[in-house]
């Protein structure tokens, strides 16, 4: 028995390495119900203790050549930049002022949509702290996209935060380990984010394929997507906040697996390949500073006691309207309104009857007045063709014609001019 | 007589280094390996780790340590992704353990057998990997063959320039 050990040790060791660690394999494959080709991503504690051992060896070393590498290229681009410092501090000088003033109106802006905000229950979130860091390694697979950040636990992050660039997101941390962290990058297969498109408002679920290509998928066939238009972060996911860019659309394609829906291929915003320095979103949640939050409740004392004022306002208007007689009292018949009431001690003044009425007397219907000074014979009213449109032709008995009288203008009519004879 | 025996040659022929050498070259192996795609992007056609595991299964014709050399890389190399770990430590318990293996038989001082075994090795690596990823664990994975061949070419011209300098660091009698 023991030659037998002896004689084939080699392969016996081969045999139990490699059962260990298919056993550990299908120990962590957990597949979730709705997974497409994907592993749960929660790692055990057991495999969670061999990454951070391995990354406690690597990261390290990759954070001293890392910071080598900055402190050659920082010395090398230091020397080339003396040579024309003096005119680039001017210039900025001068960029600064100008900043200084955009700031001020951008501040002002934001006061003013955050009280809008709050005026209106809005539960959108905006960025309001940020942590840099810096890119110092990869997983070294193509087909894990995943890289560490030189800031962890002790620097405040926190798994599930969004980590993005200028140009547009980036990914998410997966893993916090305490001076370092995971990243998972969107373009792979196991990430995911919700997005919207900017023109059509069509909402989707951004993941990377096996390429690393980014693709909405499950989207309807819409006939209104095209290419180069911007895509942006929803905000329901609760990871990335809204608006964010995201890409743009670089092509439509069927959808393999269902006819009527087709996948949406993104060009992403930021250069996930080639990343150096990142944003991690560490908050989501209004932080002012105390002169800030002053003048908030300031606004805000003061929106209500402005409204407070319009409702009082209001109710005094309501008094004075009960106190005040009513012309026409909807609950009673029409021969017994206030304003036939004779007993009423002020009665509404009527205006007097016209001693001589004309035309432009109430109560006499418009017609063309005879011309009497003159000839007997009926004057032709000299009138403009618009005026002429405008006088109804008048029956026998000088009622105006059913349907033939000027429309009741918008605009006052206006008398006709004086007839003038020569 | 027993001193011109199988196993005396073979001991004549184990390589040994410094203990410094057996920590610290594998621990650069991982550490480019995962900085270096940082600098060149999607084109680290490379595999240091493999490289290295195969030059000290060759170098110490053990097929046990050269086993668990390549478990050891390949588990540290799933570390540091976020797959499910022992993907890698697989394929590469199989390269440490075939190179060890035939390194007891061929002559490991000639640089064009090692170099080619290197680029097989690459081979047979990258299709276990497939094979774990696609068949075992039933993933989607995009695979291309040529860039897995230039992946082996790559880790060929790596064992050219690393070969002879790890051979430098060997304790000569």
């Not at chain 1, 070393?61 to 005119?87: C, D, F, P, T």
């Not at chain 1, 206030?338 to 007993?343: A, E, G, R, V, Y």
């Not at chain 2, 276990?128 to 082996?152: C, K, M, N, Q």
Request: no cysteine; proline share 8%; aromatic share 6%.
């Amino acid at each position: 028995m023991d030659s037998f050990f002896i004689r084939y040790r080699n392969l016996l060791v081969l045999l139990a390495i490699l059962v260990a660690q298919i056993v550990g394999l299908a120990v962590q494959v957990r597949r979730p119900a709705d997974s497409r080709g994907s592993l749960d991503p929660k790692d055990s504690s057991g495999v969670r203790l061999i990454r951070l051992w391995a990354e406690s060896l690597v990261s390290p070393a990759e954070q001293g050549i890392h910071y080598s590498k900055l402190g050659l290229e920082g010395m090398w681009l230091n020397y080339l930049n003396l040579r024309h410092v003096r005119e680039q501090n001017q210039d900025l000088q001068k960029t600064i002022g100008r900043l200084q003033l955009e700031q001020a109106a951008l501040l002002e802006d934001a006061r003013q949509g955050q009280r809008l905000q709050a005026l209106l229950d809005f539960q959108q979130k905006y960025i309001y702290a940020t942590l840099p860091a810096q890119a110092i390694g990869s997983s070294g697979s193509d087909q894990s996209r995943v890289f560490y950040l030189d800031k962890g636990s002790s620097d405040g992050l926190k798994p599930d935060m969004a980590v993005i660039t200028a140009d547009g997101i980036v990914g998410k941390v997966r893993d916090v380990f305490p001076r370092t962290a995971q990243v998972l990058v969107i373009n792979d297969q196991t990430s995911g984010a919700g997005v919207i498109l900017e023109t059509t408002r069509i909402r989707g679920i951004l993941r990377g394929d096996a390429a690393g290509h980014l693709e909405i998928v499950g989207i309807l066939a819409d006939q209104r997507i095209q290419p180069g238009e911007k895509v942006l972060t929803a905000g329901g996911d609760l990871i990335f906040p809204r608006g964010l860019p995201v890409g743009v659309v670089e092509k439509v394609v069927r959808d393999p697996d269902r006819d009527s829906f087709i996948d949406i291929i993104v060009k992403p915003a930021a250069h996930i390949d080639r990343l150096d320095e990142v944003l991690v979103v560490t908050s989501t949640e209004p932080r002012f500073s105390p002169q800030e939050q002053q003048d908030l409740a300031t606004s805000e004392n003061l929106k209500g006691a402005e409204a407070e004022a319009i409702k009082e306002q209001a109710k005094a208007s309501q008094i004075m309207a009960e106190r005040l007689p009513g012309l026409i009292d909807p609950n009673l018949p029409p021969d017994q309104q206030p304003l036939l009431d004779t007993s009423n001690p002020n009665p509404v003044a009527h205006p007097p009857a016209a001693l001589h009425p004309d035309r432009f007397s109430p109560g006499v219907p418009a017609q063309a007045a005879p011309d009497t000074q003159g000839s007997s014979k009926p004057a032709e009213p000299a009138t403009s063709p618009r005026e002429k449109q405008d006088v109804a032709p008048v029956g026998k008995n000088g009622a105006i014609a059913p349907g033939t009288g000027p429309k009741p203008a918008s605009k006052p009519a206006h008398p006709p001019k004086p007839v003038r004879n020569p | 007589m027993s001193v011109l025996g199988a196993n005396f040659r073979r001991d004549m022929e184990i390589r040994r280094y410094p203990v410094l050498v057996y920590a610290l070259v594998p621990l650069a192996a991982l550490v480019l390996q995962a900085w270096l795609p940082r600098v060149l992007g999607p084109y680290a056609w490379f595999d240091l780790p493999l490289v290295v595991t195969v030059y000290f299964a060759l170098g110490r014709r053990s097929p046990i340590q050269g086993t668990i050399m390549g478990s050891a890389m390949g588990l540290f190399e799933d570390a540091l992704s976020h797959h499910a770990v022992g993907i890698n430590g697989i394929g590469k318990t199989v390269v440490g353990f075939i190179a060890a293996s035939v390194g007891v038989r061929i002559d490991v001082e000639n640089h064009t057998i090692r170099i080619m075994l290197n680029f097989l090795l690459s081979l047979l690596s990258s299709a276990i990997y497939v094979f774990i990823y696609r068949i075992l664990l039933g993933l989607d994975l995009e695979w291309r063959w040529f860039t897995e061949l230039f992946r082996a070419v790559g880790n060929s011209l790596f064992a050219l320039v690393l070969f002879p300098l790890l051979d430098r660091l060997q304790i000569r009698d």
